[in-house]
T-cell receptor
Framework: QKEVEQDPGPLSVPEGAIVSLNCTYS??????FMWYRQYSRKGPELLMY????GNKEDGRFTAQVDKSSKYISLFIRDSQPSDSATYLC????????????FGKGNQVVVIP | GAVVSQHPSRVICKSGTSVKIECRSL??????MFWYRQFPKKSLMLMAT?????????EQGVEKDKFLINHASLTLSTLTVTSAHPEDSSFYIC???????????FGPGTRLTVT
C-alpha cells in the first residue's frame, strides 16, 4: 500500500464552483498535513498546513483532516482560473521533519 | 515566500555521461537543502537531505555514488548524476530550508532526459 494516495485527476470545474480534493494515507503516525500548489514549470509552494485532526480556513481555502479515517481534504470556494494548477498533499511526522511524504498531485483546471 | 532557483531547467545528455544540476537560494540562507525526484504520474520522492558543510543523508534505495550532492555554501547545492542512464530521466526538484524555519521552499525543477 502506498504511503499517500491521491487521485491525479485531471479535474475540470467551471469558474465559481467549489473544488474538492482529497488524499488518504496509511501511516497513522503522521501529525502534520500540508497542501502545496504547483503551477506549470514552477516548484511547489505551501498553501496550508494543519496539525492533527480538524479544519483550517484561509480565505477561499479550507483544509480538513480526519485522522481516524486517515483522510485529508482541501476545498477551494469560488474557484478562479488562476487556481488552475496541480495540488499536492504532503504529510510528515512533525512540522519541519525532513521527510515529507507527497501524494502524486491532482491537476485542477478552472474553466472561465 | 523565499525564492529558490535551479539551473538548468532542462537538460538532455547521452547515456554514460554526467550532468550537474544547481540549486540556489536567492534571498535566504538555506542551511538544509533537499533533493527530490518525480517520475511522470508519480509522487515527489525525497532522494537526499544535505546540511551545509556536511555529507548528504540519502534515502533508502538512492545510490550515493551515483547521485553526488554537494552543499558547500549556504546558498548553493549541486546534484551530479554520474554515468547517467535512460532510467535516470526524471524531474529533479530541490528545496531549501532556512535555519530556525520549518518551511521548505522549492525550486522550479530540472527536467533531465538521458538518451
Amino acid at each position: 500500500q502506498k504511503e499517500v494516495e491521491q487521485d491525479p485527476g485531471p479535474l475540470s470545474v467551471p469558474e465559481g464552483a467549489i473544488v474538492s480534493l482529497n488524499c488518504t494515507y496509511s501511516n497513522s503516525a503522521f501529525q502534520y498535513f500540508m497542501w502545496y500548489r504547483q503551477y506549470s514549470r514552477k516548484g511547489p509552494e505551501l498553501l496550508m498546513y494543519t496539525y492533527s485532526s480538524g479544519n483550517k480556513e484561509d480565505g477561499r481555502f479550507t483544509a480538513q483532516v480526519d485522522k481516524s479515517s486517515k483522510y485529508i481534504s482541501l476545498f477551494i470556494r469560488d474557484s478562479q482560473p488562476s487556481d488552475s494548477a496541480t495540488y499536492l498533499c504532503a504529510m510528515s511526522l512533525t512540522y519541519g521533519n525532513n521527510r515529507l511524504a507527497f501524494g502524486k498531485g491532482n491537476q485542477v483546471v478552472v474553466i472561465p | 515566500g523565499a525564492v529558490v532557483s535551479q539551473h538548468p531547467s532542462r537538460v538532455i545528455c547521452k547515456s554514460g555521461t554526467s550532468v550537474k544540476i544547481e540549486c540556489r537560494s536567492l534571498d535566504f540562507q538555506a542551511t538544509t537543502m533537499f533533493w527530490y525526484r518525480q517520475f511522470p504520474k508519480k509522487s515527489l520522492m525525497l532522494m537526499a537531505t544535505s546540511n551545509e558543510g556536511s555529507k548528504a543523508t540519502y534515502e533508502q534505495g538512492v545510490e550515493k555514488d551515483k547521485f553526488l550532492i554537494n552543499h558547500a555554501s549556504l546558498t548553493l547545492s549541486t546534484l551530479t548524476v554520474t554515468s547517467a542512464h535512460p532510467e535516470d530521466s526524471s524531474f529533479y526538484i530541490c528545496s531549501g530550508r532556512a535555519i530556525n524555519s520549518y518551511e521548505q521552499y522549492f525550486g522550479p525543477g530540472t527536467r533531465l532526459t538521458v538518451t
